[in-house]
């Protein structure tokens, strides 16, 4: 833990960073982010198997930006959100300074992009079993029962988009379900305005959902919401050989365009 105190304290101390974003944990054992901006403070960070939250998050938020230069903790998850926001175009190389702990658990700063997108590639996590268990269950039921499950899992949601706010590629400045000229999901909390918000947010995430299952996590109605993504990025790497996270240069398959494109799942 010393030598990433030494490293974040080192990045603040020589200019690199003016914030630095990273996990602490508190006297009880809970896992915040925190935004350490004087190398003293550099030892309230912490990392371990139990720093889940996807800190990507916070990039986008106008008081982070306000500091200029930033420095952030990445664990595997966050790394993959910092290269698909990089491939869409949201951040550029010399905005963030990134740091993470490989395997081996020695501290790895990156100086580019790319060197993210190598590292990401060669320490790729593997598909959650529970979770591909499930979505296996859920596509071997016939249309109707998946709808009536949906159904039932979304009737609980009480709209309360924590959601949308624990996710890094939900940075619209504006969604879509905050307009209301015109209004073009229903706002209460029903069967048709709660089908409309998750089936929307789904279809926006399809391709780039990075998995790291922070929409579900957060949920206090425990909804598996991750189960949606994790089937529509599934087909999207089927259907287009994309996955999300990977690479640090745009391809995601509803906004790009191939003539020969496959059009087998059009019904």
């Known amino acids: 833990m010393q030598e990433l105190h030494n490293k974040i304290k080192s990045i603040l101390e020589n200019g690199s960073a003016s914030l630095f974003i990273a996990y602490q944990k508190s006297r009880e054992g809970k896992i915040t982010p925190t935004f350490i901006t004087k190398p003293e403070q550099s030892q309230k960070a912490y990392f371990g198997d139990d720093c889940k939250q996807n800190l990507a998050v916070y990039i986008h938020k106008q008081e982070v930006k306000n500091f200029g230069k930033v420095g952030i903790f990445a664990n595997i998850y966050t790394l993959k959100s910092l290269l698909q926001i990089y491939a869409e175009n949201q951040i550029r190389d010399d905005y963030l300074k990134v740091v993470t702990i490989n395997p081996n658990g020695a501290i790895v700063e ?56 624990a996710c890094p590629m939900c940075y619209c400045t504006k ?17 048709l305005g709660n089908i409309e918000w998750h089936i929307m947010r789904a279809m926006h995430l399809a391709g780039r959902c990075v998995e790291c299952n922070e929409c579900a996590r957060v949920c206090p109605m425990d909804i598996p919401l991750n189960l949606l993504t994790v089937k529509l990025n599934d087909t999207a790497n089927i259907e287009f050989g994309q996955q999300a996270g990977l690479k640090g240069e745009l391809d995601y398959a509803l906004s790009t365009f191939k003539v020969d494109d496959k059009e087998n799942f059009i019904r």
């Not at 593997?126 to 268990?133: R, V, Y």
């Not at 969604?175 to 069967?191: A, E, G, L, R």
Request: negative net charge; glycine residues 0%; hydrophobic residues 30%.
């Open 110 to 165: 990156f100086a580019n992009f790319m060197e993210i997108e190598n590292y990401v590639n060669e320490n790729k996590p593997a598909p959650n079993p529970e979770d591909m268990e499930r979505v296996e269950k859920l596509s071997n039921l016939s249309r109707e029962e998946r709808w009536d499950y949906w159904l039932n899992e979304l009737s609980t949601c009480i709209k309360c988009y924590a959601c949308r706010a």
């Open 175 to 191: 969604c879509t379900v905050d307009c209301n000229q015109p209004q073009w999901i229903s706002t209460p909390s029903h069967s």
